[in-house]
């Protein structure tokens, strides 16, 4: 692998390459259907008049704007339609490096390689701060490291790939460490709807300057090919640097990608308004019983393994098998099963792998690895 390839790419192509049968549980791409409303919407929008194929307002179409803007509390000035959650953190990141003082990015480890590959893309300076044993990151933590430098702090809850999700205290204790080194938190929810614990507080929920919600219809709508995400910024009467963010990002994101599918907004827009929360629900416990099936197996197998309170990602750590890309392969070429190695999330789990729920096959990919082990 040549230090320029993604992860997650190299290891897709390996196990597509394999030999064998192998069971992806690479990437988090659902394996489940989306809305009813969503299919019916993209249906109903191929029918309609050549009008409603030109280009949409370039923040977005202005009733999805809307539906988000009252679904979340927030002014509708104050979001942002995005290719998915990856352009609005993308967004978030570069603005807030841009309009705070510092050049420092403050991310947890393990972290989510595109925080990692975006900073460095970015010119940032990087601060990993490892998370606890439990995977939880402690603000406290995130104080000691932080300085007159630092810029943005990026956060994910539910968390890819640790599963744990943050409760209230941590979340208030995050805007308030940023708050005191005038730094931007960028808090990333595209798992929200994957909140096992009941513990899952949106950072919205606390009233700061300091802090842009970053989500996407990505996982909540079993749709990541669709790309359609948000970002909530500061209100435009903050003060500035905060009150000009959402501007600035709007000017960012037209010059880079115009606007974002048409057809992708509509049908997200009549999935929003017409599905119910029971579709949430099925596809959260669908989630669960692939955990408990899994993570079975897993202790059956002698692995040490997280149980993850939110998102899709269970990580275990086999004895004398650390996560290492030579390992993945052995496993892929060997067992059949294809994960993530731990050291693709940086240091703090590399003795770890990451495999995603997202296959019908879990509990035979957990089965694979007690044999295997
Ligand atoms: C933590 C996290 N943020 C963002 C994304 C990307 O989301 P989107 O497909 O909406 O760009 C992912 C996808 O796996 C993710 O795990």
């Known amino acids: 692998m040549d230090d320029d390839t993604p992860p997650f790419f190299y290891v897709m192509n390996y196990a597509s390459e394999a030999e064998g049968d192998v069971i992806d549980m690479v990437s988090g791409n659902p394996d489940w259907e989306p809305p009813e409303a969503l299919r019916e919407g993209l249906h109903e929008y ?134 005191e080194y005038d730094a931007l938190l960028v808090s990333d ?42 970002a909530i910024f500061p209100r435009e009467d903050r003060p500035d640097p905060y009150g000009g963010l959402v501007d600035s990002a709007r000017t960012r994101h037209m010059l880079t990608n115009v606007a974002i599918s048409r057809p992708a907004q509509t049908a997200v827009l009549q999935a929003l308004r017409e599905t119910g929360p029971e579709y949430y629900e099925q596809v959260r416990e669908r989630m669960v019983e692939r955990i408990d099936r899994f993570t079975a197996a897993l202790e059956a197998a002698g692995a040490d393994y997280t149980e993850p309170e939110g998102s899709f990602y269970v990580m275990a750590r086999f004895p004398g098998t650390p996560g290492t890309m030579e390992n993945i392969e052995m496993l892929i070429d060997e067992a059949g099963v294809a994960g993530m190695p731990g050291e693709a999330f940086g240091e703090s789990r590399s003795d770890w792998m990451r495999f995603a729920l997202v296959s019908p096959r879990v509990e035979e990919a957990a089965e694979r690895l007690d044999e295997f082990f």
């Open 46 to 179: 191929a029918d309609a008049d050549t009008d409603a194929f030109q280009y949409p307002p370039s923040v977005g179409l202005r009733e999805l704007r809307e539906e988000i803007a009252t679904r979340r509390g927030v002014d509708i000035s104050q979001v942002v339609i995005t290719n998915g959650a990856g352009e609005a953190n993308h967004l978030a990141m570069a603005e807030g490096l841009d309009a705070m003082d510092g050049n420092e990015i403050i991310l947890a480890d393990p972290v989510y390689p595109y925080y990692d590959g975006r900073t460095n893309l970015l010119d940032a300076e990087k601060t990993l701060v490892p998370v606890d044993d439990d995977g939880h990151l402690d603000p406290a933590a995130v104080r000691e490291h932080a300085s007159a430098e630092t810029a943005v702090i990026v956060v994910n809850s539910p968390n890819n790939p640790t599963g744990v999700t943050y409760g209230g205290d941590t979340v208030e204790e995050l805007v308030d460490v940023a708050e």
């Open 189 to 230: 929810e595209v798992y929200d709807h994957f909140d096992y614990s009941g513990r899952f507080t949106s950072a919205l929920s606390i009233d700061s300057p300091n802090r842009v919600v970053t989500n996407s219809f990505s996982k909540s709508m079993a749709i990541t090919g669709w790309r359609v995400g948000y």
